[in-house]
Every structure is written in structure tokens, then in C-alpha cells.
């Protein structure tokens, strides 16, 4: 995944780009942003109220 992507409505996030697989389940709701840190291993979910949060997964190669 490059680059940041905005959720147009709740998702229900379990794996990103076909390839990261995140442990739990993430909820984006409509207008978050959220991207692969590749480097971490991290879903990065930016809520919007400053605050970004952090889900653990993996890269399934």
C-alpha cells in the first residue's frame, strides 16, 4: 500500500492490499485515513482527532 488511503464509510479492517493481515479486527470509521508502516509491522489509523493509532500484523508473503 503506498500512500494513505480514506475510508468513504466504516470498515471493518482485516487485511490491507491482499498482503498484511492485521492479528485483531480494526474498525476505520468514514473519513479516517489509514496506511501501512511497513518498517513496524503496523495498520497506522489516523482518527482525525489527532490522535493515530496502532494495530500489530504482518506481511503475508
Not at 5 to 31: I, K, M, N, Q, S
Amino acid at each position: 500500500m503506498s500512500g494513505r488511503t480514506t475510508a468513504e464509510r466504516l470498515l471493518l479492517v482485516t487485511v490491507v492490499d491482499r498482503w498484511f493481515h492485521l492479528r485483531e479486527p480494526v474498525f476505520v470509521e468514514a473519513g479516517q485515513s489509514y496506511w501501512v508502516d511497513r518498517k513496524a509491522d503496523e495498520l497506522c489509523v489516523d482518527r482525525g482527532d489527532g490522535r493515530v493509532t496502532r494495530h500489530a500484523g504482518w506481511m503475508c508473503r
